[in-house]
C-alpha cells in the first residue's frame, strides 16, 4: 500500500510540475503572439512610427540592433515608461530583485534595473543567495550601463546612477548627483549584518556606555539602516521556482510585498510592469 | 469550542493525506490567519464572530496537522501592532484569549493524553496581568509534554523579538557571562522566544496578502513561503494540502539553500573565533606573530572556553525565563 501511495505522489508531483512549466512556456508564446499581432495591426494600419518603435523593444530585448542606437524611439521609449511610472497609484521607493535561480543572466537583471529606474523607482537591490552577483559586481555594473545606452539611448544624463556594493565600501566609478541608486546584496547582509548590530551593541554594554535595557527596536533600526544606507524596500519580485526569501534582508522586509515571477531569463517590461501594478493595488492595514 | 478536535479524517482524505505523507513533510508549519474580519464582513457576521470562527477553524487546523504528522504548528494570534486598533476589538480579541485560555486549563487530561505542548511568544508584559496568569499557568502546566508542539505568538512582532535577543545578550554581557565578541547567529537564535523550536519548513498565509507582517522574519529566511488567497475561516484540508504539495516542490532547493547557510554561518563563526585569537596572542606575544602550531592550540582551546561561555548563559537565561512564568503562576495562587 505504501508503495503505491508513494508511486500516486511521485506522480501528482511531476503533473503539477508539467503543469507549471506550461503555464511558464504559454505566458512567453502569448507574449510574443500578441507581440506579432500588434505588429501585425499596426503594420496594416500603415502607421510607421509605431511599428519602428515595436522593432526596438524587440531588439532591445535582444539587444542587437542599430535601430537601437537611434534616439528618437529610445526617447518616446523613455517617456512611455515614465508616464507608465506616473500612472500608478503608488509606486515602490525601494524595489528587490531576488534571483532563487542556479543560472544568472546578467543582461536581464541589467534591464531590470533600467526598466526600474525609467519608471521612477529610486533604490533597486539585487540579490542571489550565492552572493554571485556581489562577486561579480562590476560586471553587472557594465551591463546595466549598457542596457542604459542600449535602452535609453546615449543621452543618459537623467538616469547616472550610483552603484554600491556592501554597505562598506566607497561608492564605484560615476558618482554623478543623481538618485537612483543600485545595491547588490548576498546573504552576508541580511542575518550576519543583524548579528554585527548585535555586537556592536554589545560591545557598548561592555563598555558601561548603554545599559541592555536602553536596547530599543527603533535603536537597532537606526544601527542598521546605517550600514545599508536604503530604505525597507516595498516590493520585492522574486524569480524563480523556489518560493522562499533565501536569507533576503530579513530585517527590512517586514512589510514588503512579494510577487512571484517564474524566471528572470527574458523577462519583459511587461512583467516587471505587472508587478508593479500589482504593488500599487495592494492596500496595507499596518495592524490597523 | 475546544482547543483539540476528536475525530477522524475521512475517506478520502485519508487516502490524500497518505498520498501526501510518501513525500517529504514539513516537520513547523507557521500560520498566518488573516482575513477573520473580512469574513464576518463578508458573512454579515459582527467583528467578533469572525475571530471566533478563526479560532475554530485552528483547532481544526491542528486537528488535520496531527494526522499529517506535522507536529509542531505556530500561530500569529496577536501583534503588538493590533493594540492600535479601536479599543472595543482589542478587549474583544483580548478576552476572547482570556476565555480560550481558561478552556485549555480545563482541558488538561485531554492535553496530556495528546502529550501537547503550549508555548506562547511574545512580551507577555504588554498584557493585562490576569491574563498574563492563565497563560503562564497553561504554559507551565503542559511544558513537559512533548508530541505536539503549539506556539502561540502573542504582543509578538518578529523585530521585537530580534531586538529583545539583543537585549538578553547584552544582559548576558552586563552580567560578566558572556563577551561581545561571543554574539553571533547561532547565540542570536537561541535567544529569540522561538530557541525551542526548529526553524518552520512551511509559512501559510490566508486571505491574499503577500507579505509577512513582521512575522518571524528571523526564522522563515529559509523557509516556504506559501501565500493562499482563501479567507482564514474558510480555509479547509485541500488548502493545507496544496500548500504541503508546495512545499514538495520546494523541498530539494530550499534544502540545499539551508546547507549552504550553515557552511556559511560554520565559517563565520570560525573567522570570529580566530580574530579573537589573533588579537589575544598579539597582546600575548607583545606583537610578535605566533607559530601556527601555537595558534592552532589557542583555538581551540578558545572555542571551547567560548562554548562553555555560551552554555552557561544560556542555562542562565533559561532559568530567568522559567521563573518568570513560575512566579506569574504562584501569584494567582497567593491571590
Known sequence: MALL?????????????????????????????KGRFWQ????????PVPVSEFKQKKAGADQSSDGDRDGKGAGSRRSRWLSDGISLEKLPVHIGLVVAEEELSYTDIANMVVWCMAV?????????????????????????????????????????????????DKPQHFVVSCRP??????????????????????????????????????????????????????????FGPVNSTLGFLPWHIRLTEFVSLPSHKNVSYEDLFGSLQRYSACHQRLGQ | MSWIREGELNLLEKISANILMSGPMPKHVAFIMDGNRRFARKK????????????????????????????????????????????EEVDGLLDLARQKFERLLEEQENLEKHGVCIRVLGDLNMLPL??????????????????????????????????NAVREMAWGVEQ???????????????????????????????????????????????????????????????NLC???????????????????????????????????????????????????QRRQEALQHYTVTREERVQDFLQALKHKRDTFFTNLCSETVLT
Open chain 1, 120 to 168: 521612477g523607482v529610486s533604490y533597486v537591490s539585487v540579490y542571489d543567495h550565492h552572493g554571485i552577483f556581489q562577486k561579480n559586481n562590476s560586471w553587472l555594473q557594465e551591463e546595466i550601463v549598457r542596457q542604459q545606452h542600449n535602452l535609453l539611448g546615449g543621452d543618459d544624463s537623467t538616469f547616472n546612477m550610483e552603484l554600491l556594493k556592501n554597505g562598506t
Open chain 2, 176 to 238: 560578566g557571562l558572556i563577551k561581545a565578541s561571543d554574539v553571533s547567529e547561532a547565540l542570536l537564535s537561541e535567544c529569540l522566544y522561538s530557541n525551542n523550536s526548529p526553524n518552520p519548513d512551511l509559512l501559510i498565509r490566508t486571505s491574499g496578502e503577500v507579505r509577512l507582517s513582521d512575522f518571524l522574519l528571523w526564522q522563515t529566511s529559509h523557509s516556504c513561503l506559501v501565500f493562499q488567497s482563501v479567507l482564514w475561516p474558510e480555509y479547509s484540508f485541500w
Open chain 1, 181 to 238: 541608486v543600485v545595491k547588490v546584496l548576498s546573504p552576508e547582509d541580511g542575518k550576519h549584518s543583524i548579528v554585527q548590530a548585535a555586537r556592536k551593541l554589545c560591545h557598548s554594554v561592555e563598555k558601561k556606555e548603554w545599559s541592555s535595557k536602553d536596547i530599543s527596536v527603533s535603536m537597532l533600526d537606526v544601527l542598521l539602516r546605517e550600514s545599508k544606507n536604503i530604505p525597507d524596500p516595498e516590493l520585492v519580485v522574486k
Open chain 1, 40 to 47: 501585425r495591426t499596426m503594420a496594416a494600419l500603415l502607421l
Open chain 2, 130 to 163: 490576569d491574563l498574563q496568569q492563565v497563560i503562564a499557568k497553561a504554559v507551565v502546566m503542559t511544558k513537559n509534554h512533548n508530541k505536539c508542539f503549539l506556539n502561540v505568538c502573542f504582543a509578538y512582532t518578529s523585530r521585537y523579538e530580534i531586538t
Open chain 2, 242 to 292: 496544496e500548500a504541503i504539495v508546495q512545499y514538495q516542490l520546494n523541498h530539494k532547493s530550499i534544502q540545499k539553500a539551508r546547507e549552504l547557510h550553515r557552511e556559511e554561518q560554520a565559517l563565520q563563526q570560525l573567522e570570529a573565533d580566530c580574530a579573537c585569537i589573533a588579537e589575544h596572542l598579539q597582546h600575548q606575544g607583545n606583537g610578535k606573530p605566533a607559530d601556527a
Open chain 1, 5 to 33: 501511495y508513494g508511486l500516486i505522489w511521485r506522480l501528482l508531483l511531476a503533473l503539477v510540475r508539467i503543469k507549471r512549466a506550461t503555464v511558464s512556456w504559454l505566458r512567453v508564446r502569448l507574449r510574443t503572439w
Open chain 2, 44 to 87: 454579515k457576521l459582527e467583528r467578533h464572530d469572525g475571530h471566533m470562527q478563526g479560532f475554530n477553524k485552528l483547532a481544526e487546523t491542528l486537528r488535520w496537522c496531527k494526522h499529517l504528522n506535522i507536529p509542531e504548528v505556530t500561530v500569529y494570534a496577536f501583534s503588538i501592532e493590533n493594540f492600535k486598533r479601536s479599543k
